[in-house]
């Protein structure tokens, strides 16, 4: 079974720019959950999609947005890219979306760099 | 102050070693698990606990629901196991500790 893949795995934009990231779960799983990870921040929760509705979210500004399909592929997005969103941009997958009640599945992430 | 707390936030260790990494948290929690990431990026998860001990080849992992309290146990180690550890709890969203960054000398 092919494993979580995110693409891009990297990306250089400038301040004010918009970007889309993607992630593709494992086959079968429903749940795929968005992190950011920083030096200074660490891990931080971003939101959790299931059967395309989202279910959770942390706190993170509204420029922050996100969105499943049918397929349950994610995507999320981030307008108006300020310095601060340089991270690397994780997503993770699960198979019946019971929250964290079961075992994650990691992508290799997308390393945005803000310019 | 950080609803979960990991110590140490380094830790060298020879090969062989015994490793203990701590984790604390202050919130009421439904599992606890235990990250491991390696230079790259790459997270791979190791453990879920909502009670008591589990263990997987040299890794063992337990926790103490009454005291908000999980350690991960690394029993003979190698310098493969050098990585970044993360403890993460399942409250509302989850939240992650800081990590303790391991290196095992050969």
């Known amino acids: 079974k092919a494993g979580v893949t995110q693409t891009p795995r990297y990306l250089i934009k400038t301040r004010g720019q918009q970007v889309t990231l993607s992630c593709s779960p494992i086959?079968?799983?429903?749940?795929v959950s968005w992190y950011q990870q920083t030096p200074g921040q660490g891990l931080q929760f971003l939101f959790e999609y299931f059967s395309e509705t989202q279910r959770n979210k942390g706190n993170f500004p509204g420029r922050f947005s996100g969105r499943q399909f049918s397929n349950s592929r994610s995507e999320m997005n981030v307008s108006t890219l300020e310095l601060g969103d340089s991270a690397l941009y994780l997503c993770?997958?699960?198979?019946?979306?019971?929250?964290?009640?079961?075992?994650?599945?990691f992508g290799p992430g997308t390393r945005l760099l803000v310019l | 102050k950080n609803e979960v707390e990991q110590s140490p936030q380094n830790l060298t260790a020879q090969e062989g070693e015994f490793i203990t990494i701590n984790c604390s948290y202050s919130v009421g929690i439904s599992a606890l698990h235990w990250l491991q990431q390696h230079p790259g990026g790459g997270i791979v998860s190791l453990f879920m606990?909502?009670?008591g001990k589990k263990k997987h080849g040299r890794l063992i992992a337990t926790i103490n629901i009454q005291e908000k309290h999980s350690s991960l146990h690394i029993t003979a180690s190698h310098p493969r196991d050098s990585a970044v550890y993360i403890c993460a709890v399942e409250y509302n969203d989850m939240r992650f500790g800081a990590g303790t960054r391991l290196t095992v000398k050969p």
């Open positions: 086959s079968g799983h429903r749940s």
């Open positions: 993770a997958s699960s198979f019946s979306g019971v929250g964290w009640q079961e075992t994650q599945y």
């Open positions: 606990l909502s009670s």
